[in-house]
């Protein structure tokens, strides 16, 4: 963005940014973290989530105070009004983010001492890994104001819902096997679902650099479906 005359306006603008990449960094943490406690059975490290969803809400309160306060002290028209507008939105996405990452962690550290972790464990950390990926090239994207690669990111959230149905199945299968196996993968069916909210925030973002750089809004639906990806053949390989 080009600069403006008054040059306070840019350090509030630059602060915003700067606490939006700091979220950034602690929502992406938190959520490899989370997934990294659940799978290792770590409940110390599923309390440092837990614990980091302070930091995250309070960088959140802080970007939306000064954002809402540059509104009213400067009066923005136009793409500096949809910078702010933005920031608030991503910032919201992001306290999501570790809301639901702060949910896994909290059931990892339920399930911390149960030794039967079903093979579904090696889907959610491959939906977890597709959720990482999604968020972080949205991140990006808004990092660079970039719109191809939002309206990228925005369209692979269709692989995150592909893996989720394939956990579940594994999960219910689980269930069936053995009814002693039903109150841990429900745990782990509440985690699964955790992780695809994650990516449906990833694409959020998406959509707000989409509007923040062209004004325009994205279509209504997401993609939903299955199409033919690669999701199916890494998850066939994960399971052998």
Avoid at 7 to 23: C, F, G, N, P, Q
Avoid at 86 to 97: H, Q
Avoid at 135 to 149: F, H, I, S, T, W
Avoid at 184 to 210: M, P, Y
């Amino acid at each position: 963005m080009a600069g403006h005359t008054v040059k306070s306006y840019d350090r509030e603008l630059d602060t915003i940014e700067r606490l939006i990449a700091e979220m950034g960094g602690v929502a992406e943490k938190m959520v490899v973290d989370a997934v990294d406690a659940l799978a290792g059975a770590n409940k110390g490290l599923a309390q440092q989530v837990v614990a980091a969803d302070l930091r995250l809400d309070g960088l959140q309160r802080e970007t939306e105070e000064l954002a809402v306060l540059t509104i009213a002290r400067r009066q923005p028209m136009a793409v500096d009004l949809r910078e702010l507008i933005g920031a608030i939105r991503v910032a919201g996405d992001l306290e999501r983010v570790g809301d639901l990452a702060k949910n896994i962690a909290k059931r990892a550290i339920k399930i911390s001492a149960e030794s039967r972790i079903p093979r579904a464990i090696l889907g959610l950390r491959h939906m977890n890994e597709v959720a990482t990926e999604l968020l972080k090239d949205a991140l990006d994207a808004y990092a660079q104001r970039n719109v191809e690669r939002a309206r990228a990111a925005w369209e692979r959230d269709i692989d995150l819902d592909t893996l989720e149905d394939s956990v579940f199945r594994d999960l219910l299968t689980h269930m069936m096997e053995d009814p002693r196996n039903i109150s841990l993968c429900a745990h782990l069916l509440f985690c699964s679902k955790n992780i695809e909210r994650i990516g449906d925030h990833a694409t959020n973002i998406a959509e707000t650099v989409v509007y923040l750089v062209t004004g325009e809004a994205m279509p209504s639906e997401r993609p939903r479906g299955r199409r033919v990806t690669d999701v199916d053949h890494d998850v066939a390989e994960a399971r052998t």
